[in-house]
Nanobody
Framework: QLQLVESGGGLVQPGGSLRLSCAAS????????IGWFRQAPGKEREGVSC????????SYADSVKGRFTISRDNAKKTVYLQMNSLKPEDTAVYYC?????????????????WGQGTQVTVSS
């Protein structure tokens, strides 16, 4: 059974850092593009970042560009989202999603598989 599990969320002060992990099981991660999305209460789901199956291409929302970095380790079947210089507006539930697709799109509707989400709270 294909499964994605996010971890690494928590409470952090503004300016701090967190690294989220998205661990895959039940399938070979190599062929899958991975997207990171977030949803804050009362707001629409936002495509934060994505990375192509090979890792050669990535994309970021303007709101996180220069602060967040996506990476993947296919051997460990894990995709990471390093989040630096966190702001209160980054507070949200963060989800990873997968699709058997060579490209990279920050569009939630194209992803077939989703994790359960991990809460990130940025507050002093």
């Amino acid at each position: 059974q294909l499964q994605l599990v996010e971890s690494g969320g928590g409470l952090v002060q503004p300016g701090g850092s967190l690294r989220l992990s998205c661990a895959a099981s039940g399938f070979t991660l190599t062929n899958y593009a991975i997207g990171w999305f977030r949803q804050a209460p009362g707001k629409e789901r936002e495509g934060v970042s994505c990375i192509s199956s090979s890792g050669s291409f990535s994309s970021y929302a303007d709101s996180v560009k220069g602060r967040f970095t996506i990476s993947r380790d296919n051997a460990k079947k894990t995709v990471y989202l390093q989040m630096n210089s966190l702001k209160p507006e980054d507070t949200a539930v963060y989800y990873c999603a997968a699709r058997n697709f060579p490209g990279c799109l920050r569009v939630a509707g194209i992803y077939n598989y989703w994790g359960q989400g991990t809460q990130v709270t940025v507050s002093s």
